[in-house]
């Protein structure tokens, strides 16, 4: 997940809309991988689509 780290926060807060979007609970281990390693405020996005899929 490091590849991401770096990208435009734009382009990543679209990408995780989507993931939420989708109900999936597949995508559940890849958040909780790149949660550990991105920005604080991207974190924190993660988090939320995280709970959002528990849900």
Do not use: C, F, G
């Not at 435009?8 to 597949?26: F, Y």
């Amino acid at each position: 997940m490091n590849y991401l780290k770096d990208k435009n926060r734009e382009l990543i807060l679209m990408l995780l809309d989507k993931v939420e979007a989708t109900d999936d609970t597949k995508y559940l281990p890849i958040l909780e991988s790149w949660e550990l390693i991105d920005y604080k405020k991207v974190r924190e996005r993660i988090r939320e689509v995280i709970n959002h899929l528990k849900q």
